[in-house]
């Protein structure tokens, strides 16, 4: 079975900086796409980044460029979300997500396998 656990959540300052991290496992990964996004309360689950390893490709919402930085351990089958200068409304459960393929989708329905969620609150 696939599994992904996210770790890293927290509670931080405004201008502060948490380093999320995506185990997975029950697949080999290193064709697929690992997406991050994130849900606040009372909101819709939004695309945060992506990443996919054989291409090369990176993506980012508006929101996080600059500030936040995906990257990933193909041979850990791991995925980090580096996230810097956080902002109050950067506050939500973050969830780790995989897309069987490497298209880089910002899409939530095109990911298959998703995490628990690990919460971050930034507080200002």
């Known amino acids: 079975q696939v599994q992904l656990v996210e770790s890293g959540g927290g509670l931080v300052q405004v201008g502060g900086s948490l380093r999320l991290s995506c185990a997975a496992s029950?697949?080999?990964?290193?064709?697929?796409?690992m997406g991050w996004f994130r849900q606040a309360p009372g909101k819709e689950r939004e695309f945060v980044s992506a990443?996919?390893?054989?291409?090369?490709?990176?993506a980012y919402a508006d929101s996080v460029k600059g500030r936040f930085t995906i990257s990933g351990d193909n041979a850990k089958n791991t995925v980090y979300l580096q996230m810097n200068s956080l902002k109050p409304e950067d506050t939500a459960v973050y969830y780790c997500?995989?897309?069987?393929?490497?298209?880089?989708?910002?899409?939530?329905?095109?990911?298959?396998?998703w995490g628990q969620g690990t919460q971050v609150t930034v507080s200002s």
């Open positions: 990443i996919t390893w054989n291409g090369g490709k990176r």
């Open positions: 029950g697949r080999t990964f290193s064709r697929y796409t």
């Open positions: 997500a995989a897309d069987p393929d490497s298209q880089l989708s910002s899409n939530l329905i095109d990911y298959d396998y």
